[in-house]
């Protein structure tokens, strides 16, 4: 069945569907009691501190005796209201389709590679100046161009809110060769990076100075405009998405 070929597909992906046999898949067969107990064992095995995707196994269809409609691939141009999954926090597949066309293409290999896909935005921006007064500003930051359109919306609903949050300073895409980090995609965004550190449980400062939210006007409050309108369009934030350390200046759409 079409309608299944891209849920089936990512579970199989993620090992969590191996089919009845070596050579038979059926969607819209009914499990045994075993079967099922297999499935969520390994869907719970698979969703870890390393993996902390969303698993998307189809559409969001209240009535489950329907046949699900085939979805349409989402563009880079797509509005950031359009698909809910695209504006659901973590990784899920419907957002790396958005980013990468199709599932079976890849992350970006080089720098050159990603670069082309890069684009500068310009945001409105509240500044303080020398004074400690709140004024109008605008800085650049450099993204993904499926998410361009999306991160202006985001700044803009920040510009508009009632808490006018000061950025002074804001970084977006950065290559790195190794490791997962969301910046070599253009897909995470750092606001105010002295006033938002990076931590580790044990203590250890990676980056950055404090976290004084309430005290120091540049630090992110948790339960503030900023991660909120974050959220909203599906990014993580670092002061709540791991176990192991707070990235308070942070924020990833694909969670990492």
């Known amino acids: 069945q079409e309608w299944?070929?891209?849920?089936?597909?990512?579970?199989?992906?993620?090992?969590?569907?191996?089919?009845?046999?070596?050579?038979?898949?059926?969607?819209?067969?009914?499990?045994?009691?075993a079967q099922a107990i297999v499935l969520?064992?390994?869907?719970?095995?698979?969703?870890?501190?390393?993996?902390?995707?969303?698993v998307y196994t189809g559409p969001l269809d209240p009535e489950l005796s329907q046949e699900p409609k085939p979805r349409p691939t989402p563009t880079p141009s797509q509005s950031a209201s359009?698909?809910?999954?695209?504006?659901?926090?973590?990784?899920?597949?419907?957002?790396y389709i958005l980013v990468f066309g199709s599932l079976?293409?890849?992350?970006?290999?080089?720098?050159?590679?990603?670069?082309?896909?890069?684009?500068?935005?310009?945001?409105?921006?509240?500044?303080?100046?020398?004074g400690g007064?709140?004024?109008?500003?605008?800085?650049?930051v450099t993204v993904n161009k499926a998410i361009a359109d999306r991160v202006k919306t985001i700044f803009q609903e920040i510009y508009d809110?009632?808490?006018?949050?000061?950025?002074?300073?804001i970084g977006g895409y950065a290559w790195r060769s190794t490791g997962t980090s969301e910046h070599a995609l253009g897909l995470a965004i750092d606001i105010n990076p002295?006033?938002?550190?990076?931590?580790?449980?044990?203590g250890t400062v990676v980056s950055g100075s404090f976290w004084k939210p309430g005290e120091n006007p540049y630090s992110i409050p948790a339960d503030g405009d900023v991660v909120r309108?974050?959220?909203?369009?599906?990014?993580?934030?670092?002061?709540?998405?791991?176990?192991?350390s707070k990235d308070y200046m942070h924020f990833s759409y694909f969670g990492e």
Request: net charge positive; glycine share 8%.
């Open 4 to 33: 299944a070929a891209i849920p089936t597909a990512s579970m199989i992906q993620k090992g969590i569907v191996k089919g009845t046999d070596a050579k038979m898949l059926e969607p819209q067969s009914n499990t045994t009691y």
């Open 40 to 54: 969520v064992n390994r869907a719970i095995s698979y969703y870890d501190e390393e993996n902390r995707d969303w």
């Open 82 to 95: 359009g698909d809910p999954m695209l504006n659901r926090v973590g990784y899920n597949d419907q957002k």
């Open 104 to 130: 079976s293409n890849s992350k970006y290999k080089s720098p050159a590679e990603a670069q082309k896909n890069m684009v500068s935005v310009t945001i409105n921006v509240w500044k303080l100046n020398s």
């Open 133 to 140: 007064q709140k004024v109008p500003g605008t800085l650049q």
């Open 161 to 169: 809110g009632p808490e006018k949050f000061p950025i002074k300073s």
């Open 194 to 202: 002295n006033e938002n550190y990076m931590i580790r449980n044990d």
């Open 229 to 244: 309108i974050f959220q909203k369009y599906g990014f993580a934030w670092g002061g709540n998405a791991w176990r192991s």
